[in-house]
C-alpha cells in the first residue's frame, strides 16, 4: 500500500513539474540517442507538430536543415564536450515543410537512468527575418549612397575616416581599405589643415552643421590638388555625446577653374548683329 502511496505521489509530482514545463515559453526537450524522449507543448508547437507525444521517438537530426548539419556534431551522450549541449544557431525542419531559426542550449545530464541531452530551443525565426529585412534595406541604401556624386563620408572625433562610399574614393584618390582609419589631415592641404580643423571644431562645440566649407585636398593616387565643399554634421550615439561627423564632400574643381575664367569670357563676348541673327 505504502509503495503504491509513493508510486501515486511521485506520479502527481511528476505530472506537476510536466504542467510547469509546458507552461514555459522556451521549447524544452530530452533527447536519448538523437531521439526526443519528452518535449513539451511549446516544442510541439515550434515544430508544427499537434501535440508533444507525436515527437517521442522522432530523430532530432533528421529535423535539422540539410545545410546546418555541419553546424552541430551530435556526439556521444554522456560526454560533456560533445553533443547537442553546445549553443547553436541554426535551421529546423518543421512538420510541414517549412522553415524556422532556433537557438538550442542545454547539458548533458541523465534522464530516467540513462544518458541524455536536456535543453530547450528559443524560436529566432521573427528576428532573422527582421534581420534579413534590415540587410536589405542597407544594401539598398549603400547602393544609393555609392550611385550618388558626392563623397559621403563619416570620422571620428580625432578626424579618423570610419565610412566612405565610392564617390569619395573616387574625389580623394583613395581605395575603401587605404581610406579606413587615415586622418583628414593626410589629404587636406597643408594651408587648409588649420582652417579645416576649427570649422569640425566649431561643428562640435555648437552642434550646429557647418556648410560651405572650402579647402584644397590631394589625392593620394596622382598627387592633383582638387578643390572640396564639405557640408557637416555631428553624429551622437543614443546618449546624445558626439562621437564623430557625418560629412558630404562636393569636388568643385571644374566649377572654380569656370568662375575664375569667367570675366575673360565675358570680356571676349560680342553682341549678335541685327544680320546675323539667327532665324527663330
Known amino acids: 500500500m505504502r509503495k503504491e502511496l509513493a508510486e501515486n505521489q511521485m506520479k502527481k509530482e511528476m505530472d506537476d513539474v510536466r504542467v510547469l514545463l509546458d507552461q514555459s515559453q522556451a521549447a524544452l526537450y530530452v533527447l536519448q540517442k538523437e ?12 515544430l508544427g507538430y499537434d501535440n508533444s507525444g507525436e ?27 560533445q553533443g547537442f549541449s553546445a549553443p547553436h ?6 512538420k510541414d515543410g517549412t522553415i524556422c531559426w532556433v537557438s538550442m542550449g542545454g547539458g548533458i545530464t541523465a534522464y530516467q537512468g ?7 530551443l528559443i524560436d529566432l525565426t521573427s528576428f532573422k527575418e527582421m534581420e534579413k529585412s534590415l540587410q536589405n534595406s542597407l544594401e539598398k541604401y549603400q ?11 563619416e570620422v571620428d572625433l580625432k578626424g ?10 573616387r574625389i580623394y584618390g583613395h ?23 576649427q570649422a569640425y571644431n566649431k561643428v562640435f562645440r555648437t552642434g550646429i552643421p557647418g556648410k560651405n566649407i572650402i579647402y584644397e585636398l590631394i589625392r593620394k593616387n596622382d598627387g592633383n590638388q582638387r578643390i572640396v565643399e564639405d557640408y557637416i554634421s555631428l553624429i551622437r550615439n543614443t546618449d ?12 568643385i574643381t571644374d566649377r572654380k577653374e569656370a568662375e575664375k575664367n569667367w570675366p575673360n569670357i565675358v570680356a571676349g563676348w560680342r553682341p549678335f548683329s541685327g544680320a546675323s541673327r539667327m532665324p527663330l
Request: glycine share 8%; net charge negative.
Open 143 to 153: 547602393t544609393i549612397l555609392n550611385e550618388i556624386d558626392d563623397s559621403v563620408g
Open 89 to 94: 544557431i541554426f535551421r529546423l525542419v518543421r
Open 240 to 251: 546624445g555625446v558626439p562621437t564623430g561627423f557625418r560629412t558630404v564632400s562636393r569636388d
Open 35 to 46: 531521439q526526443f524522449s519528452y518535449a513539451s507543448s511549446m516544442t510541439a508547437h515550434l
Open 114 to 120: 540513462k544518458p541524455a541531452n536536456v535543453g530547450h
Open 175 to 197: 581605395s575603401r581599405e587605404e581610406a579606413i582609419g587615415r586622418n583628414y589631415r593626410s589629404f587636406v592641404a597643408e594651408e587648409y589643415v588649420q582652417n579645416v580643423y
Open 160 to 169: 579618423n575616416i570610419t565610412y566612405t562610399n565610392d564617390a569619395g574614393c
Open 55 to 81: 515527437l517521442i521517438g522522432k530523430s532530432f537530426w533528421e529535423m535539422i536543415h540539410p545545410d546546418d548539419q555541419n553546424k552541430i556534431n551530435p556526439g556521444q551522450e554522456g560526454d560533456p564536450s
